[in-house]
């Protein structure tokens, strides 16, 4: 028998050995000095130190890891979570921002540790989010019920995403109407300044036209700059006579335009808002309680817009590009909606130096648990609501 031979014997044998009791072990014994022509004690101690081949792992190349670590991991999924899971780059962007009311709240972090979550990629925050990341899904209806009667006064625009200005607005509404659409619930009127990203929501009863127009009054007045101009889609909440006589019948008249019929696209800006300033927070679910209204209004003025316009960053497009059947897009870095207004040189400076002294005193993780108090008191009200009407039924 070749060496070759006898070393594949050894390794068959070898488990079949180390499980045998003490008299198979001599008839093995017995059977392996036979057939490798061995001596008794020497194949003893072949079977003893024999160790079975693994094949060695290759070392992983580059550099060893720095953020898989608990230290590091810990507060960026606190910020993650605290921020309502924002991708990451916005994430990356949001860190700076956040972190210092984050170590007054949860303790000091080493400088090494601080230095490793603001230098952090976005890639790299993908690679660590990627098995924990959830993914929320689900489609409303549409409520827009077109206002007719007032169309030929309104024109039409299509290129808002040109203003470079603060002050031009796209506005919608959000119904909170459940898996039904019978009856009187709440509606949340959204509003984004298409150039800082800047953004106000309010809550009437309805649609009525006449408290439709006084939350849009009181969002005018709560704005750091001058509202220059409104557009909407073709819903009769907003293309009445109320909110014409309001833009139009002022020394500095206002431009009021609506965008085109079905082409949800037109107002592009308001339609991401209406998912991640409600939807995310207030879901599906069907507010038909009349109490809940000032709850809600007495949120959005307060904490809402806080967290959402000083310590939310979101990306503008800087470009668009066609080429052949592809189409390339540039976006500047990710800011928050006051960044963007403090930059801006068309507001004011006395307003910028109110709104930095602001920032000082505002901390983000306080605003979400406000937050997150206040819509529960909300929920429970409107769980208490369907309660009762499932029962009168």
Request: hydrophobic residues 30%; positive net charge.
């Amino acid at each position: 028998m070749s060496p070759r031979s006898r070393k594949e014997y050894l390794e068959a044998i070898y488990v079949r050995y180390k499980k045998a009791s003490r008299k198979e072990k001599a008839s093995i014994l017995d059977e392996f000095c036979a057939a490798c022509d061995y001596h008794r004690k020497h194949a003893i101690r072949l079977l003893r130190t024999f160790r079975r081949y693994h094949k060695p792992k290759h070392k992983k190349k580059g550099k060893p890891p720095v953020y898989d670590k608990e230290s590091i991991l810990k507060p960026l999924k606190r910020i993650w979570h605290a921020a309502n899971l924002p991708c990451s780059k916005r994430l990356k962007a949001i860190l700076p921002l956040w972190l210092p009311s984050y170590q007054k709240r949860y303790g000091t972090l080493s400088e090494e540790e601080r230095q490793a979550l603001l230098s952090i990629s976005h890639s790299t925050i993908d690679r660590l989010f990627k098995p924990i990341r959830a993914r929320y899904k689900g489609r409303g209806r549409s409520t827009t019920k077109p206002g007719t009667l007032l169309r030929k006064h309104i024109p039409i625009k299509t290129n808002q995403w040109d203003e470079s200005r603060p002050g031009f607005m796209e506005a919608d509404t959000v119904a909170h109407c459940g898996n039904s659409m019978a009856g009187m619930f709440a509606f949340t009127i959204d509003c984004v300044d298409i150039a800082t990203g800047w953004t106000e929501q309010r809550a009437v009863w309805g649609k009525g036209e006449t408290d439709v127009l006084k939350q849009i009054e009181d969002i005018e007045k709560t704005l750091p700059f001058d509202l220059k101009g409104f557009d909407s889609d073709n819903g009769s909440e907003f293309l009445n006579h109320h909110l014409l006589r309001h833009f139009t019948e002022r020394k500095q008249p206002i431009q009021f335009t609506r965008s085109r019929a079905y082409h949800k696209d037109d107002n592009s800006h308001i339609e991401q808002k209406n998912w991640t300033h409600v939807r995310q927070w207030l879901g599906y679910e069907r507010l038909d309680n009349p109490k809940v209204v000032p709850l809600l209004n007495d949120l959005y003025t307060t904490e809402w817009r806080l967290f959402h316009n000083f310590f939310c960053p979101s990306v503008k497009l800087l470009a668009k590009e066609r080429i052949a059947s592809k189409t390339i897009k540039r976006y500047d870095i990710p800011k928050t909606p006051y960044q963007r207004v403090i930059e801006s040189p068309h507001v004011e400076e006395s307003v910028k130096q109110k709104l930095k002294s602001q920032m000082t005193s505002l901390d983000p993780f306080a605003l979400r648990q406000a937050i997150e108090e206040k819509l529960k008191v909300i929920f429970k009200i409107s769980s208490i609501s369907m309660s009762q009407s499932s029962s009168l039924r």
